[in-house]
């Protein structure tokens, strides 16, 4: 084997073959011709790339490894480690997209020259696009001859892919897998929030031509930001700033100026002498170290020494001394800034002087950490003739209601990172936003009533002596009133009726009495060996990228519409859509949950973490296929355990051997109780949602004791 050998652990052999790993355990003791390890530990042995797919060809069990997991293969098994590789890939790509010709010309000789012209011609080229390789802090350097010769083979996939994808695509498609590949090493913007964030500063007067996100991360915020001439970005991981930088490039044009730097931002910063059109940032939170010993007389702090405790107030007051005049600066920032004490006078003086402009409550699981609702401030530079606005706008949209059908019943607890209808969110914030910063413009001291939906989200702006308290509590929920519950008091007496149906439903479809026997002893088959048998097929969901709705695992366990989004852009997946019979289950957690897909649900997007089974309706009753399914036995012997988890391999799930006409006789008994289940679960939400009103009315005042 030749040194320096792309290698793949046997999670990379199972994608590849399209397997289990227990497959690849079983054909590592089963066949002594198997390749032996090369790297990697005892427990987490590694191979060679070249050899395993060799190896599978021989046996018949890979036709043809398709180019994106090859290419995705040769960069997660690099001898250099996934990100060196990733950036060499990157840098590659900025060639072949400014100059394919040269792209060309390089890339017809062989190895050993490739790698010393094209150290030389990405000297040049990121010379050209990010300055001198001396400025201080350029976060991508030319890599040199020697580290460029392991990675030929790499680039030389990357160029192939990138003329069926495009360079920018592959190069999303790459960092998205590296980063899905190490979730706990990144901390992520999401691209509905990166793009409600950059809408928010290209609503002023003077659109945001040059933008600063001084904690840029993987650059999410300034890939959303539209027609920029110049973007900066400092990161203080050297490899994410190399990233992101290569990132922006790509997505932008040759005219838009690139400056990513490496560098702690607070401690030093790279661009002392920057004001910017607009800033956007996702600081890190909670820091104790962020500098406050070394940084106690630092000039930016123009409305207050940040205590050390206030981490993100010293975002904010940075974020404030980068902007022109009349700029803006949008921050994510935890919920606890808008009210800890230790921050009051800071927060009151951002407020004096209107700097201030809008806190805007998200909800939970617009961001890590998932589990709260972050908020968003909205910041403008005072100067240039703009007087101190007299009030602040507040917008909660921390519990937006789903949408839903005529005499339907909110599914599930609002929220979480699949449930977000972001569409509703941006619409509901930027209009109220647009409302605030137009009708209520600074200085007219007119109250403005925010344009949000009623229904995803509620606003309004709160002038600013009603704040200057004690506390100065900025935080939307203390303001605004709450969502009201069932659409008010008055909808308690529909929701009561509704209820009452309901319930009398439940008698009318719970099941007869049963009959006894002793247990069947069919024979039985496996879903893999339909598979194989092609009575049904098996998809897994999660990727694609349009507006196609999704299918998430809190609909499947909800039975609720389909609550999912795709992501709008990224690399060019087509999703897994469902179609009206197949049999859709969940792979974690360990529980008998399996539904059928109905004509309503058809057409949405297969979300990860679920697997879809689409019988072959001449061989499987889709009813007998999911009612079996859920036996807790068929369950228990189909899951693995780990530390933390349970996952189903539903290929080892079972079935027995019926023919088609008493599958169906079993169909309608499953369809019978899966009915039942549903009527059961609208009673307990139409139940809860009475409680609640009742309580909510009682103690307000709108519903009385009588």
């Not at 031509?209 to 904690?215: E, G, M, S």
Request: charged share 20%; with cysteine.
């Amino acid at each position: 084997m030749p040194e320096n050998a792309t290698e793949v652990t046997a999670a990379g052999i199972a994608r590849l073959a399209g397997v289990g790993r227990a497959a690849v355990s079983n054909w590592r003791r089963r066949h002594a011709d198997f390749p032996k390890p090369v790297g990697g530990t005892e427990t987490s042995p590694s191979f060679a790339l070249s050899e395993v797919e060799q190896w599978l060809r021989d046996q018949g069990k890979l036709a043809e490894v398709p180019l994106r997991e090859r290419v995705w293969q040769q960069l997660a098994g690099h001898p250099g480690g996934p990100v060196p590789a990733l950036v060499h890939a990157g840098c590659a790509l900025l060639l072949l997209r400014t100059s394919p010709a040269a792209w060309r010309e390089i890339a017809a000789v062989a190895d050993e020259p490739m790698a010393g012209v094209l150290s030389l011609a990405l000297d040049d080229l990121l010379t050209t696009r990010f300055g001198p390789a001396s400025e201080a802090g350029r976060a991508v350097h030319a890599p040199g001859r020697a580290e460029l010769l392991p990675s030929l083979p790499l680039l030389r996939g990357v160029a192939e892919l990138a003329a069926e994808d495009g360079a920018p695509e592959t190069f999303e498609f790459l960092l998205g897998r590296q980063l899905d590949a190490n979730p706990r090493q990144y901390t992520l913007t999401p691209p509905g929030l990166a793009g409600l964030m950059a809408a928010l500063v290209e609503t002023g007067e003077r659109p945001a031509r040059t933008v600063l996100d001084p904690a840029a991360g993987t650059g999410a915020l300034l890939r959303a930001v539209t027609g920029p001439t110049a973007l900066y970005a400092q990161e203080s991981d050297p490899d994410l700033a190399a990233l992101t930088a290569l990132r922006l490039a790509l997505h932008t044009d040759t005219g838009c100026t690139v400056a990513a730097r490496t560098g702690d931002t607070l401690r030093a910063d790279a661009f002392p002498r920057l004001a910017a059109d607009a800033v956007l940032c996702h600081p890190p939170f909670n820091e104790r170290n962020w500098g406050h010993d070394e940084l106690a007389y630092d000039p930016r702090w123009e409305y207050g020494f940040p205590a050390r405790t206030e981490s993100e107030l010293a975002w904010v007051q940075h974020a404030l001394a980068h902007l022109r005049e009349g700029g803006t600066a949008v921050l994510l920032m935890p919920p606890a800034a808008a009210s800890r004490r230790s921050g009051r006078r800071i927060r009151a003086d951002l407020l004096r002087r209107g700097a201030l402009r809008a806190v805007i409550a998200l909800p939970a699981g617009a961001a890590p950490p998932y589990g709260i609702p972050l908020h968003l401030w909205v910041l403008r530079r005072p100067g240039n003739g703009l007087h101190p606005s007299p009030e602040l706008l507040l917008v909660d949209t921390a519990e937006p209601a789903e949408p839903a059908p005529a005499g339907a019943v909110s599914a599930a607890p609002s929220g979480g990172r699949d449930r977000i209808d972001w569409q509703a969110v941006h619409r509901a914030v930027l209009d109220a936003w647009r409302s605030f910063d137009g009708a209520g413009a600074p200085g007219t001291g007119t109250s403005t009533e925010a344009g949000a939906d009623a229904g995803t989200g509620a606003g309004r702006a709160v002038p600013v002596i009603e704040l200057l308290d004690d506390d100065v509590d900025l935080a939307p929920a203390r303001h605004l009133p709450p969502p009201a519950a069932a659409g008010g008091p008055a909808e308690l007496v529909g929701v009561r009726q509704r209820l009452t149906e309901t319930l009398g439903l439940t008698g009318t479809l719970t099941p007869p009495a049963v009959t006894l026997s002793a247990p069947a002893h069919w024979p039985l088959t496996t879903v893999g060996e339909l598979a194989r048998a092609g009575a049904l097929q098996l998809r897994a969901g999660g990727s694609g990228t349009g507006p196609t709705p999704v299918l998430t695992e809190h609909d499947v366990l909800g039975a609720t519409a389909p609550s999912g989004s795709l992501p709008a852009d990224g690399p060019p997946e087509e999703p897994v859509l469902v179609e009206a019979g197949d049999v859709v289950v969940p792979v974690l957690g360990g529980g008998s949950v399996a539904r059928v897909v109905d004509g309503a649900t058809a057409g949405a997007a297969l979300g990860r973490n679920l697997q879809l089974l689409r019988p072959d309706p001449a061989a499987l009753d889709p009813w007998f296929l999911a009612g079996f399914l859920r036996g807790t036995a068929n369950n228990r012997q189909a899951s693995s355990y780990a530390s933390t988890a349970t996952r189903l391999d539903a290929r080892r799930l079972q079935l027995p051997r019926l023919p088609l006409a008493e599958q169906r006789r079993y169909g309608d008994r499953f369809r019978a109780l899966a009915e039942f289940e549903d009527a059961l679960r609208l009673a307990g939400r139409l139940g809860g949602q009475l409680i609640q009103g009742m309580y909510d009315g009682l103690t307000d005042g709108t519903v009385r004791p009588e």
